[in-house]
């Protein structure tokens, strides 16, 4: 089955760095596309950034040039670099892998449970 499990949370000072990082499981990786999603307390959970099989990439506009996707295709890994956090970058990040049925042709989200982090100011 899917799995994605994400790591690399934590608490960081604002203006800190932190990477995450999700491995994907279960899925062709190298084809697929990935994304970054967050959840901020008492809000939807929103777009971070989405990387294609191709290496195009989709930065909501409140991380562009702070926040960097990469992807490692031998390791079946999607890292999240994220330098000058901000208070508002606390959240729940989420890794997403949008994976379409063999028959269906259907996309199915999958998505990690998520790892903690919290910017103090």
């Known amino acids: 089955q899917v799995q994605l499990v994400e790591s690399g949370g934590g608490l960081v000072q604002a203006g800190g760095s932190l990477r995450l990082s999700c491995v994907a499981s279960?899925?062709?990786?190298?084809?697929?596309?990935m994304g970054w999603y967050r959840r901020a307390p008492g809000k939807q959970r929103e777009l971070v950034v989405t990387?294609?099989?191709?290496?195009?990439?989709n930065y909501a506009d409140s991380v562009k040039g702070r926040f960097t996707i990469s992807r490692d295709n031998a390791k079946n890994t999607v890292y999240l670099q994220m330098n000058s956090l901000k208070p508002e970058d606390t959240a729940v990040y989420y890794c997403?892998?949008?994976?379409?049925?063999?028959?269906?042709?259907?996309?199915?989200?999958?998505w990690g449970r998520g790892t903690q982090v919290t910017v103090s100011s």
């Open positions: 279960g899925i062709n990786f190298n084809i697929n596309a």
């Open positions: 997403n892998a949008p994976v379409r049925a063999p028959i269906s042709k259907r996309l199915i989200d999958y």
């Open positions: 990387i294609t099989s191709g290496g195009e990439t």
